[in-house]
């Protein structure tokens, strides 16, 4: 069974950081892999998807990098702002499956 | 273009009550997905539709929970004879078939609290 782990749970930076979240999964059999925003009370807006033939995608302020031998994503979002604060989730799609296996997301805090 | 929506927002049940969530996905998105939410997790696969079959049920908690999707558009999550552990966020999520991304869409969801 697919298993997403994020780290760290909650993190809170000062405004203009550089800062990374980490996603890992235990089946490297994955067909893609999304990054999702979800503010307080909404729903989830997708941010990155990477396929797994793909090592990065990149859009606006963030990158999202994928290594499927090693089992692990990371978002890398430059010069972070207060409007940055939000959950972030991230979520596989396996190659035999439809659905979405996610992780239990990062909390993240900007501090203005 | 109009995203996936939801209704209602909220919804508040007494315990033992029945509960029916709406669901309309992006007009011409064949796959319609539904999961549930507990506070501080992530997201977990309830059911999965292709146009009006059910083609996957396997994350549906229990017998009390039923999903349809008659005419392959609007899709309705009835949970029956509701109990507090069935308190949290049901999210639905549409996307395009075989030949695309597979990327998911997904809408406001709807908080059900059950006293």
């Known amino acids: 069974k697919q298993e997403v782990t994020q780290i760290p749970a909650a993190l809170s930076v000062p405004e203009g950081e550089n800062l990374v979240l980490n996603c890992s999964f235990t089946d490297s059999a994955i067909y893609n892999l999304q990054w999702f925003r979800q503010d307080p009370g909404k729903g989830l807006t997708s941010l990155l998807l990477i396929q797994s033939s793909q090592r990065e995608q990149t859009s606006g302020r963030l990158n999202a990098s994928l290594d499927k031998s090693s089992g692990r994503s990371t978002l890398y979002i430059a010069a972070s702002q207060p409007g940055d604060s939000a959950t972030y989730l991230c979520?596989?799609?396996?190659?035999?499956?439809?659905?979405?296996?996610f992780g239990s997301g990062t909390q993240l805090t900007v501090l203005p | 273009g109009a995203g996936v929506s939801q209704s209602p927002r909220y919804k508040v049940a007494k315990r033992g009550q029945d509960v029916a969530l709406r669901c309309d996905p992006i007009?011409?998105?064949?796959?319609l997905f539904w999961y549930q939410q507990a506070l501080g997790q992530g997201p977990e696969f309830l059911t999965y539709f292709q146009n009006e079959a059910q083609l996957d049920k396997s994350g549906l908690p229990s017998d009390r929970f039923f999903a349809e999707r008659p005419e392959g558009s609007v899709s309705t999550l009835k949970i029956q004879r509701t109990q507090q552990e069935d308190s949290a966020v049901y999210l639905c999520?549409?996307?395009?078939?075989?030949?695309?991304?597979?990327?998911?869409?997904f809408g406001p969801g709807t908080r059900l609290t059950v006293t």
């Open positions: 979520a596989v799609k396996l190659g035999s499956a439809r659905q979405l296996t």
């Open positions: 007009s011409g998105h064949v796959s």
């Open positions: 999520a549409s996307s395009l078939v075989a030949g695309t991304t597979y990327e998911q869409y």
